[in-house]
């Protein structure tokens, strides 16, 4: 079976059909910016660096459990709006019928397989310019109770809706990218657009699948700020049909 091949949203397991994952592939729309950050609990701080505040500006971070269960968590926001400028498609009559995101893992380590759920956020969120390695206190960005500087978050660890969600896992088998099907998520961004005539995305949250009992680790992965290492693309993107 192939390594690139789909994970079912409903039972995890690998699909039968290969999902091309590269810059080649083919999609209406392909959207590669827009802002990030990782966020963690204070409980998952690694001490030596106090990194439990915001981390926008790491090349990779972390999602999954290290003192807790869904400790480590990744916000993300595409600039949709922009891409469609770009491909010259008019958003205000496209609609959409399937969304996949693509994820690359630069370390599974000894924690390969982390199910993950992603949720849509309900408050937008400020991309800082800390980093985990830099001990000097960033506050520019988002962190673990704060959606931006001065702004916290109604509840701990981001706003978000519980419905719809989307469920992968990542590094599965050693494997270095992952597509998810988010379709559900972007399309519900699409009809509130096409119901107001304003464009509300606070991003996405990926998270270890709280509803996944039994797992324990985390799992390192691309930010967008890897855009541009080597010829293949690392950072997230979003393909849209």
Wanted: glycine content about 8%.
């Amino acid at each position: 079976m192939s390594s690139d091949a789909l994970t079912c949203p409903k039972c995890l397991r690998k699909l039968q059909w290969p999902v091309v994952p590269e810059r080649s592939r083919s999609a209406r729309v392909v959207v590669r910016t827009g802002t990030d950050a990782f966020i963690r609990h204070p409980h998952a701080r690694i001490r030596l660096y106090r990194d439990d505040r915001n981390s926008g500006a790491d090349l990779t971070g972390h999602i999954g459990s290290w003192g807790g269960p869904t400790t480590l968590r990744y916000l993300l926001r595409f600039d949709i709006p922009q891409a469609f400028a770009n491909a010259h498609v008019d958003i205000k009559t496209f609609k959409p019928t399937r969304a996949l995101l693509k994820l690359c893992v630069a370390d599974a380590g000894r924690y390969n397989g982390l199910p993950i759920r992603i949720y849509p956020l309900t408050r937008p969120f400020q991309q800082g310019n800390g980093k985990v390695s830099i001990r000097e206190k960033e506050i520019d960005g988002c962190d673990w109770y704060h959606s931006a500087p001065l702004i916290v978050w109604q509840r701990e660890g981001g706003d978000y809706t519980g419905k719809p969600s989307a469920v992968a896992v990542l590094g599965e088998e050693g494997e270095r990218e992952t597509i998810i099907d988010v379709t559900e998520l972007i399309v519900d961004r699409f009809k509130d657009f096409a119901s107001t005539g304003t464009w509300n995305d606070p991003g996405m949250i990926i998270m270890r699948d709280p509803e996944h009992y039994g797992y324990y680790g985390y799992v390192t992965i691309h930010s967008l700020e890897a855009s541009y290492l080597g010829i293949t693309v690392r950072s997230p993107e979003l393909f849209i049909h």
